[in-house]
């Protein structure tokens, strides 16, 4: 049921307690912040509206006419109401900030998240995270669904209807096992003999095989993959067993790549594997809260919750020798 036309607004009540309880419209007027003209007029306002006398005035200050009294005690009770709700929806916007929500791709989950969670909870500890995980076309679902406050996503550019930010990079590599014929080679391996080669790749629809598909279209497209594997530790694994070469972020195996567990594959300069990493939100809706600062965090330390790294080099190729050329056939 819709109020009736006499029902005076909250701020006209508050300035009626004042007067009430200080015995002034000038002394309500300046605990209000308001010019003592302006309180006058809204008291005379106010009486116009509900219809009866509210003030008694004299010299010595102002208080409630019977009628005055009356409201007065109405007035407490909206305003204490009114106070009540006012702390409640406060209380709910502070348990709303204080939780994120955040969607990312595996590369991205494993092996940049958690510095970059670390330095979140230094500056702000009270923040509850969910992380959870998916390629980066689900991710990209998600986050225009509202499931997440914040997605991050591998990929060569933004996904529709999404709006983004670059917060790191990263490169491709082709790694294998160190018994395989390719841990000795010593020409870079082209982007025909990529294309050529079925791979152990990731499933459809993640950005590390979106790369990988884009930077061999132009040499016919990649081959029907030996294996499709949902994450990095499962490519590594298969890797690791001789399954056959494999295409994964540079940021997944540095362990492996130090202690020879797997060798990188040189390629050669016509394949371009390099990637960004956004984070992504839907377009017209910039984060906000701790959304806000986990997106400035990563701005701000780069890869792995630290200093911005620089790009390990790629491994330089030696010259061959027609000995070599022939065991590379």
């Known amino acids: 049921m819709a109020l009736s036309p006499h029902v005076p607004e909250l701020g006209a009540l508050e300035l009626l307690l004042a007067v009430a309880r200080l015995g002034s419209v000038g002394r309500a007027a300046a605990e209000l912040g308001v010019s003592q003209p302006t309180a006058s007029a809204r008291i005379k306002g106010m009486e116009r509206q509900i219809g009866v006398p509210l003030l008694d005035r004299s010299p010595r200050g102002s208080r409630p006419t019977e009628a005055g009294r009356l409201v007065v005690e109405w007035a407490r009770q909206v305003v204490e109401a009114a106070q009540a709700l006012d702390a409640g929806i406060d209380a709910l916007r502070e348990r709303r900030d204080a939780r994120l929500v955040v969607l990312a791709s595996l590369t991205v989950a494993e092996y940049l998240m958690p510095g970059w969670l670390l330095a979140l909870h230094g500056s702000s500890p009270g923040t509850a995270v969910t992380l959870r995980t998916a390629n980066s076309a689900d991710v990209a679902g998600h986050v225009l669904a509202g499931e997440a406050d914040l997605g991050f996503v591998e990929g060569p550019s933004t996904p529709p209807g999404l709006a983004g930010a670059v917060v ?133 330390t780069g890869a792995g919750g630290g200093p911005r790294p620089q790009p390990r080099p790629r491994p330089r190729p030696r010259k061959s020798s027609p000995k070599s050329r022939a065991e590379d056939g």
């Open 168 to 300: 790191a990079a990263d490169r491709l590599v082709v790694v294998v096992a160190p018994d395989h014929p390719w841990a000795r080679r010593r020409t870079p391996l082209t982007g025909a003999e990529l294309a050529a080669t079925p791979l152990v790749l990731r499933e459809p629809g993640s950005g590390t095989r979106e790369v990988l598909e884009m930077a061999l279209a132009p040499f016919g497209g990649a081959a029907r993959p030996r294996l499709e594997l949902a994450s990095s530790t499962a490519l590594k694994a298969a890797a690791m067993t001789g399954a056959g070469p494999v295409c994964l972020s540079e940021l997944a195996v540095v362990e492996e790549l130090a202690t020879r567990r797997l060798v990188e594959v040189p390629l050669a300069e016509e394949l371009d594997l390099r990637r960004p990493l956004r984070a992504v939100w839907p377009a017209g809706r910039r984060p906000s809260g701790p959304a806000r600062e986990l997106l400035t965090l990563t701005r701000r």
